[in-house]
């Protein structure tokens, strides 16, 4: 399925922990708060599904990647025209760089193809426990690539995608884990290299907290690519 992918990048250089800032600087730069900016259903409630507005760092910049109906609603950001934001207690001109609109056919091919993710967060409370109850590097990888199969398909099921075969996953390369805290809950983050048959985007993001740079996909064209956070 073809699905509409636009990366907008500023010239504006954020550190990793001010991604949640940069979400909010944008946010209130909005004269009404459109769901697909935020995520949140009502004063408590939230938007569980695959977020198709996302707040990233890529080259050590601002950025905001669309998927979907995001690649539309982005326009009202640009259309309040509200460019001097607060991120954190810095004052920012948020300039424009570069924007790079895509087409991207998501589906599954008999092919794999090859990927890197990162600051991915795969385990919940549950999978946790899985996780450390594994008795081997093996157990931990399969257990892994179950998930990252899981959170594809998620995100299939969020774009309206229908894979008509199996979606298969195996890591290629699996670095130490560390840990995180986010809103003062403490998660293991992985860096993976991985082999899919799925046909993925550039810098969307998978697994939780993908809306805030976590998760993040990196084509791997040939050994020489690097990591653009």
Known sequence: MII???????????????????????????????????????DDGFRYRYPLIQYKRLGGKAAIVCVGEGTQAIGEFFASGNFNVMIGERNEQLQLERTEPR??????????????????????????????????????????????????????KGLGVDFDKQVKCSITELQDPYQVTIKGVKMMCFNIDFACNVSLPANVGLGKHASLNHGTVYPIINKKDKDNN
């Open 4 to 42: 509409n992918v636009l990366t907008i990048t500023f010239n504006n250089a954020i550190k990793p922990h001010e991604v949640p800032l940069f979400r909010g600087a944008v946010i209130n730069a909005l004269d009404e708060k459109q769901v697909l900016f935020h995520n949140h259903v009502g």
């Open 103 to 156: 087409r991207c056919n998501i589906q599954v091919w008999e092919q794999m193809f090859r990927y890197r993710l990162r600051r991915w967060l795969p385990l919940n409370g549950e999978n946790y426990k899985k996780y450390v109850a594994c008795e081997s590097l093996a157990e931990r990888c399969q257990l892994l690539e179950s998930i990252l199969c899981g959170n594809i398909l998620s995100m299939g």
